[in-house]
Structure formats: C-alpha cells, structure tokens
C-alpha cells in the first residue's frame, strides 16, 4: 500500500513513516497541506493521514479540498486535539477515521487496514479473486490454498490489482505503487512484471491469471473463470 503523511512535526512524521515502511508500506510525509495537496494530483495513495495543526492551511482545509474535488482517498486524522466538536468537525467534512495523539503504532496500522478495507469494499484483510486469495496484512498470496511464492515487487502489483478490482490501471499507477516517483525505471518494467506474476498464477490454475491487458490503457484484475479451469479445481481438491 502507499500511504501519505500530511506532518510538520518531523519526529511524528518520521515515526509514522518508519512505521509503514516495517509493514511493507510505501510513505510519502508532505510537511504542510498545500504541498500534500500537490501530491495528491500526481500521485494515488491508498490512505492519507493527516495533521490538523499545519503551518500553511489547517487540516480541516485539506481535507475539505481533498473532497470538494472528488477525491476519495481515505483519511485518517492524526492529531493532538482530542475535543469532541473537532473529531465531529472531520468526520462531517469527510475523514474517514480520527486518531488522537500519542498514539499506538499497532493501532494506527489495525485503523489503516481496516479503512483501506472498507474503502475497498471488503470486510476482512483477505481479498479473494476465485482461487486467488490475497492476505493484505500478512503481504501473502494463496492460490487454491497453495502458498505463492512474489517478490515484494510482484506482491505489490497483485495488491494494487486487488485493491483496484475491475478498474483498469495504467502502467504509470504501478510504478508509483511500488517506486513512490523515486528512481523510477522504464514502463516495460511493469510488463516484465506483469508475465512474471501471470506465469507463476497459471501455473498452479492451469492457465488463467485473472489479470488481463486492456491494449494502450494498462492492465486489470477480473473475475476467474472457474468452468475453464473446473478440471484443475477438483485435481487440486482430491490431492
């Protein structure tokens, strides 16, 4: 997942970030809300966590932007205010959560799960396409109950497609997933992924993936086709 902290205060950013990135997270830290708002036009994240106490515009600004364009990204508020017309304030606004500081790193990870979850339109951490189910906090796939074996890369880009369902992703919305715009290699990178992850789903489901090429657009998870691959299914259920 890739998160965005919206934090002037550089040891709660830097905590917050550490945090993410020992879940396996991608961070990004905007030090004030114009700056996150800037982001958020380059960038998708999966969830937002977001100061109100910033040195440019208010938190309450931010996110009232952030929702007067549309944007539906989720939003944790992170803050030190604690009165009950603040957290009632950003949640009337559009936040999806309020966290008050100091706060639990396990907390706040279970909060970040659950929003993305929701937001998602799934109930629980595991996401299941057909036989393909995709523990999204143990960062693990099984495929018909068979553990699969990605690189971070290729876990990062199943994640994505999961999360994302049915919508078709541009090759430009991996790279950012899994690079956050840093040293960010070619395009064909993401193609040389892509087969990578392919070969190693068909080959335990007899030869769908459930990723397909949209031609000049990008790629997209679809629903599996159990009736193709009914002769795998009850192979693998008999052994």
């Not at 830097?14 to 991608?26: L, N, P, Q, Y």
């Not at 907390?107 to 998602?120: F, N, P």
């Not at 919305?173 to 892509?194: C, M, Q, R, S, T």
Request: negative net charge; charged residues 30%.
């Amino acid at each position: 997942m890739k998160i965005l902290v919206v934090e002037d205060e550089s040891n709660i950013a830097h905590r917050v970030k550490i945090t993410c990135a020992d879940e396996g997270f991608s961070c990004d830290v905007a030090e004030n809300g114009i700056e996150a708002l800037e982001m958020m036009k380059f960038y998708d994240y999966d969830a937002v966590i977001l100061d109100l106490m910033l040195p440019d515009i208010d938190g309450f600004e931010v996110l009232s932007r952030i929702r007067k364009i549309k944007n539906t990204t989720p939003v944790i508020v992170l803050s030190g205010l604690n009165a009950v017309d603040d957290k009632v304030k950003c949640l009337s606004i559009g936040a999806d959560d309020y966290l008050t500081k100091p706060f639990s790193k396990v907390e706040l990870l279970a909060r970040i799960y659950a929003i993305v979850r929701r937001t998602s339109g799934h109930s629980s951490s595991s996401i299941e396409v057909g036989p393909i189910s995709i523990d999204i906090k143990q960062r693990s796939v099984k495929v018909y109950g068979r553990e699969l074996a990605l690189t971070s890369k290729e876990y990062s880009i199943l994640e994505l497609l999961a999360l994302k369902k049915g919508s078709v992703l541009p090759k430009e919305a991996f790279l950012n997933h899994i690079y956050g715009g840093l040293d960010e290699p070619e395009l064909k990178i993401v193609d040389v992924f892509i087969c990578k992850l392919r070969k190693k789903i068909s080959d335990i489901t007899g030869g769908s993936s459930c990723i397909e090429t949209v031609w000049g657009r990008g790629y997209v998870l679809r629903d599996f086709n159990e009736d193709s691959n009914s002769h795998i299914t009850s192979a693998l259920k008999v052994s």
